[in-house]
């Protein structure tokens, strides 16, 4: 009898020994030489697109404004000309569906003219729109109750580039109606809208400051498997995790894999890896193992928001196609294994002005610090009044199993300062007008109490069990999973500090109007503001029962039920958020929640029947094959021993063959039941209701059905046991 295991383990044996040198660099190159070299960047349009087409183009771009039909079309024939220098034969509109990852349908550049002859042809209608047949994306209801047909359209603003020999154009999705069905179109608005509130703001402060732009710079965590183990693992393939596994004798207690040495064959792959996403364009920078065995991080440089999330969702496709490439496969998932950390993909998101000012860093000048503190305690305020918002837009059925446990951020939104910025805060709270600015004879203005250290990058005090952390120059969003489209914390994020920029400005206005000097409304409303966002900022150990309970106590969202949060995103004042800001409508905000429980119930359903064959096709039969070697041992004891010395002998396999039983017995009994909790929640009125019944009555089930299964894998011949284990999995040699 062959053993699926055993086979899976000798292929990954002859893996681990065979060449590791990666496959892509050529000796000599360096990044210069083939940084963007698949990318359409502005210094190679002027090759191929005459000068005053691209001039009105960049205009249009860097102002935010509706590229003309005249433009595009010019444009697309400087596209083909490159692509097809470059070898490519097809096109594709390239965009982000409800669903997560990208879609993608593709054409070739050519069509018949009326005599059936071919042209090489590329239209700019063809750039500028399509109407992808996707009528099976989700859209929540948008595209039942408006209208079918969606469309994707150019994103002039993150540049073209080419895959092989199919030329990507970034395009948003949208219904025929406008309404937003991707992630990307709200990440536009919502990045349009904060920039011109905080424009707004910064007018306050520095009248030269024509444009903010809005950064982020994703860390980017992911396992590694081998891919002949993870063949043999059905839940791996069909649901990214293991569904069940007892844990390793050794995993990361040591904390010997956390920045360790990468072993040559993951090193290989990471090479592959960075040198196609530097093709690409994407400035990948950092590479580290992590904190859990098989667990690794990269990272870029920051980028403008929309492009970094362009760039993010283009790595994770490189990433499994270089995997594979090297007999891995790469486990985006939040938490493939039990036990041990999770991976998440933490989002360093900061505002910057075309004049080179970090408003989120300590400045120069009393004016800029107090930009600096107005910019950081509008941050605190709009987390605060959004911070289930913020949570909602975080959870998934996948990252879930991240944020209950004690090694990831947990599921409440709270903000780490660090001790610094806190005492500046406690001392302006405490201030009077007249301490906290002083203005001199010559009209200088002084902040009093609070004179800020220009360089606060303190890297010892981190905390790490924060889910959005202060870290010097920027806010670090680390509750984001990896595996989602950072754009939806990314939107969630930009709509509410929009709004709250937008708050605080009105109140400056109004109190300057009345008459009140601009330095001391500003002072006495940052004062306010730090008094009644207090609640949200947290320095202590956030996986602690303690915390939960004092959380609940300032009022702040605890709720863990992921279908449950989903609600925030229709909460009134969320809904009236987003309104404001024109980031999303109502209609948009129900057919994504629609869709967030559509696809949470989905997830568990396709979980929970990986789990149903997993322990009747695998563990059961072994654990039966087991238990029958012990019953035949103890009949053959009996037939060879006296009655007396038979009673000893078979103590053991007496005890095994009990235990088996009973495990198996509830394995059985789980599975029934599981089965018959699935019938119930499927029949659930609606989406909500059906994610709400898979949480509260499925979850539990696959838990315990799982730790049954674990239990007996822990008993059985290991001969005998067909799925690969954690100790086989989690280290890579
Ligand atoms: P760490 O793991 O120590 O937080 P990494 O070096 O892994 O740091 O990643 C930090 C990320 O933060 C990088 O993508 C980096 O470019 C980004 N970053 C640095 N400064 C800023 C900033 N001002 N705004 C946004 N992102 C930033
Ligand atoms: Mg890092």
Not at 99 to 125: N, R, V, Y
Not at 463 to 480: I, Y
Not at 694 to 714: G, N, V
Request: proline share 4%.
């Amino acid at each position: 009898m062959s053993n699926v295991r055993f086979e899976a383990l000798k292929t990954a044996k002859e893996h681990s020994f065979a060449q590791v040198t990666p496959s892509c660099t050529q000796e000599n190159e360096r990044v210069k030489d083939f940084f963007a070299r698949d990318v359409f960047t502005r210094a190679k349009m002027k090759e191929y697109i005459a000068e005053e087409v691209l001039e009105q183009l960049f205009d249009d771009v860097d102002n935010g404004r509706t590229i003309h039909r005249d433009i595009a079309g010019n444009v697309a024939i400087g596209m083909r000309k490159w692509a097809m220098d470059h070898g490519a034969t097809h096109f594709t509109h390239w965009f982000q569906p409800l669903t997560g990852g990208t879609a993608e349908k593709h054409d070739a550049f050519f069509s018949l003219t009326k005599d059936g002859e071919l042209i090489e042809e590329f239209s700019g209608d063809s750039l500028y729109q399509q109407e992808p047949d996707a009528s099976s994306f989700p859209s929540g209801g948008i595209r039942n109750t408006f209208e079918a047909r969606g469309y994707s359209a150019w994103d002039p603003s993150s540049p073209v580039f080419l895959i092989g020999d199919t030329l990507c154009i970034p395009t948003v999705f949208v219904a025929y109606t406008g309404e937003a069905l991707d992630y990307k179109t709200p990440l536009i608005r919502s990045t349009a809208s904060l920039c011109h509130a905080a424009r707004e703001v910064c007018g306050l402060f520095d009248k030269t400051v024509k444009h903010v732009h809005v950064n982020l710079g994703w860390e980017q965590e992911y396992f590694l498997v081998d891919e002949s183990l993870y063949m043999a693992r059905p839940d791996l393939m069909l649901t990214g995790r293991t569904l069940m596994g007892h844990n390793s004798a050794k995993s990361q207690q040591l904390e010997d894999h956390y920045f360790g040495a990468i072993p040559q064959r993951v090193l290989a792959f990471m090479r592959d890896l960075e040198y196609e996403a530097l093709c690409a364009g994407i400035p990948v920078r950092t590479r580290h193992n992590e904190v859990a065995p098989n667990q690794f991080e990269m990272a870029p440089i920051y980028e403008d928001v929309n492009l970094a999330n362009d760039h993010n969702l283009l790595v994770m496709s490189i990433m499994e196609r270089v995997a594979q490439k090297h007999h891995f496969r790469v486990l985006l998932h939040e938490k493939p294994f039990a036990g041990v950390n999770g991976s998440g993909k933490h989002c360093n998101w900061s505002l910057q002005t075309n004049t080179g000012v970090n408003l989120l860093a300590p400045g120069k000048n009393p004016y800029q610090n107090l930009q600096f503190v107005t910019f950081l305690v509008n941050v605190l305020m709009a987390v605060h009044r959004h911070n289930g918002l913020l949570k909602a837009s975080i959870v998934s059925a996948t990252n879930e199993h991240r944020l209950g446990a004690n090694e990831a951020p947990p599921a409440i939104i709270s903000v780490f300062l660090g001790k610094q910025i806190t005492e500046v805060l406690d001392k302006l709270e405490h201030a009077t007008a007249e301490e906290g600015i002083i203005i001199n004879a010559k009209k200088e203005m002084k902040l009093g109490v609070a004179n800020i250290p220009e360089i606060l990058l303190d890297n010892t005090d981190r905390n790490r069990t924060s889910p959005f952390a202060f870290t010097g120059n920027r806010f670090e969003f680390r509750a984001v999973g990896s595996s989602a489209n950072c754009g939806g914390a990314m939107l969630a994020l930009n709509a509410a500090v929009a709004e709250q920029l937008m708050l605080f400005k009105s109140e400056v206005d109004r109190r300057v109007e009345k008459g009140e000097p601009k330095e001391r409304a500003l002072f006495d409303i940052i004062r306010n503001y730090i008094v009644a966002c207090k609640a949200i900022r947290f320095e202590g150990n956030g996986y602690s029962d303690e915390w939960r309970a004092e959380a609940a106590e300032r009022g702040l969202d605890c709720e863990t039920s992921v279908p449950l949060v989903i609600d925030r995103y229709l909460a009134p004042d969320t809904i009236r958020m987003f309104q404001l800001t024109g980031v999303l409508n109502e209609a948009e905000l129900h057919s994504r929640s629609e869709v967030k429980w559509e696809t949470y119930a989905k997830k568990l359903q396709i979980e929970s029947r990986v789990l149903g064959d997993l322990v009747i096709n695998h563990v059961l039969p072994a654990a039966k094959r087991y238990q029958t070697m012990l019953l035949n041992n103890v009949l053959t004891v009996k037939q060879v021993f006296s009655a007396d010395e038979t009673a000893a002998l078979n103590e053991m396999d007496y005890s095994i063959i009990r235990q088996i039983e009973s495990h198996s017995a509830a394995i059985l009994k789980g599975v029934e039941a599981m089965t018959e909790a699935r019938h119930k929640a499927n029949r659930q009125p609606d989406e909500r209701a059906k994610a709400i019944a898979y949480h509260d009555t499925i979850l539990p089930l696959m838990a315990d059905i799982r730790e049954h299964a674990d239990a007996l894998e822990l008993i059985v011949d290991d001969e005998l046991w067909t799925l690969p284990k954690y100790r086989e999995m989690m280290f890579i040699r």
